[in-house]
Nanobody
Framework: QEQLVESGGGSVQAGGSLTISCVVS????????MGWFRRAPGKEREFVAT????????SYADSVKGRFTISRDNAKKTVSLQMRSLKPEDTAVYYC????????????????????WGQGTQVTVSS
């Protein structure tokens, strides 16, 4: 059974950097489009970033564009989110998500598209 396990969350001061990762226990990891979402206190879960099956395409929420970078290593079955210039409003539980796709170029920004989810990792940015 496929499992997604996030790691790397923690506390950081505003302006700092943090990288979170997600290891996927799936035989066909390279067949999955991967995404990161987050839920801030009192808010709905929102899209952060997504990456295509081979890593050739990415898409970001406007709020993180230019500060966050999503990447993947298909050999290690891992997807990462490098976060720089962090702001207090980036404080949230970050979730890794996966969707199997036959297309090597597809990206998905809607959480409804994803079928597999991790348990989340907390990122706290203090001012």
């Amino acid at each position: 059974q496929e499992q997604l396990v996030e790691s790397g969350g923690g506390s950081v001061q505003a302006g700092g950097s943090l990288t979170i990762s997600c290891v996927v226990s799936a035989r066909a990891f390279s067949g999955y489009v991967m995404g990161w979402f987050r839920r801030a206190p009192g808010k709905e879960r929102e899209f952060v970033a997504t990456i295509s099956r081979n890593g050739g395409r990415t898409s970001y929420a406007d709020s993180v564009k230019g500060r966050f970078t999503i990447s993947r290593d298909n050999a290690k079955k891992t997807v990462s989110l490098q976060m720089r210039s962090l702001k207090p409003e980036d404080t949230a539980v970050y979730y890794c998500a996966a969707k199997f796709s036959l297309s090597v170029t597809s990206l998905f920004t809607s959480e409804d598209a994803y079928t597999l989810w991790g348990q989340g990792t907390q990122v706290t940015v203090s001012s």
